[in-house]
T-cell receptor, first 110, second 112 residues
Framework: QKEVEQDPGPLSVPEGAIVSLNCTYSNSAFQYFMWYRQYSRKGPELLMYTYSSGNKEDGRFTAQVDKSSKYISLFIRDSQPSDSATYLCAMRYTGNQFYFGTGTSLTVIP | DADVTQTPRNRITKTGKRIMLECSQTKGHDRMYWYRQDPGLGLRLIYYSFDVKDINKGEISDGYSVSRQAQAKFSLSLESAIPNQTALYFC???????????FGSGTQLSVL
């Protein structure tokens, strides 16, 4: 079993829709949770960063961590064509390497 | 703007050739990483370095070597390239005590 599981999609939504992206994980020691956005042929860029459980909001983006279920989510409100990208979840525990999901490809249709 | 720069951006080479990918950063971070990205497999760690004298193997280090020439420079070498090393390669950096990775723009490597 992989440490981090992420549905690859692809996911296609109309402009203005609410998007929900999810990852599950198996290692209960993970404490730091991240979402990266990657445009085609570009490096991943950090979008959201949370420590432990709870919600974090930044503009149209909300990151949610449920450690009891080993489940993290990224919600995008009022999605825009510029949100079309691959979204990677990532996590780590103190002093150790990062573990990435395989990424979910999102297309927002105008 | 503080950045992570990778060269070259694209490279085509032949089986058996030696190739080096270079990474430099102006972020002042002490930690540097090399990842490769393959469709359906995501990002996999090849090597990482927490300072100039520290080099560690990652998940898939076989067939690769690295050199940390300075705090700001970390290069990845393929001693004898093979076709299954065709992938998108990323350099990344992080600062001690800050659990965030910053990536370069990547090198698309094709081994024929």
């Amino acid at each position: 079993q992989k440490e981090v599981e992420q549905d690859p999609g692809p996911l296609s939504v109309p402009e203005g829709a609410i998007v929900s992206l999810n990852c599950t994980y198996s290692n209960s020691a993970f404490q730091y949770f991240m979402w990266y956005r990657q445009y085609s042929r570009k490096g991943p860029e950090l979008l959201m960063y949370t420590y432990s459980s709870g919600n974090k909001e930044d503009g149209r983006f909300t990151a949610q961590v449920d450690k009891s279920s080993k489940y993290i989510s990224l919600f995008i409100r009022d999605s825009q064509p510029s949100d079309s990208a691959t979204y990677l979840c990532a996590m780590r525990y103190t002093g150790n390497q990062f573990y990435f999901g395989t990424g979910t490809s999102l297309t927002v249709i105008p | 703007d503080a950045d992570v720069t990778q060269t070259p951006r694209n490279r085509i080479t032949k089986t058996g050739k030696r190739i080096m990918l270079e990474c430099s950063q102006t972020k002042g971070h002490d930690r540097m990483y090399w990842y490769r990205q393959d469709p359906g497999l995501g990002l996999r760690l090849i090597y990482y370095s927490f300072d100039v004298k520290d080099i560690n193997k990652g998940e898939i280090s076989d067939g690769y070597s690295v050199s940390r020439q300075a705090q700001a420079k970390f290069s990845l070498s393929l001693e004898s390239a093979i076709p299954n090393q065709t992938a998108l390669y990323f350099c990344a950096t992080s600062a001690r005590g800050n659990e965030k990775l910053f990536f370069g723009s990547g090198t698309q490597l094709s081994v024929l």
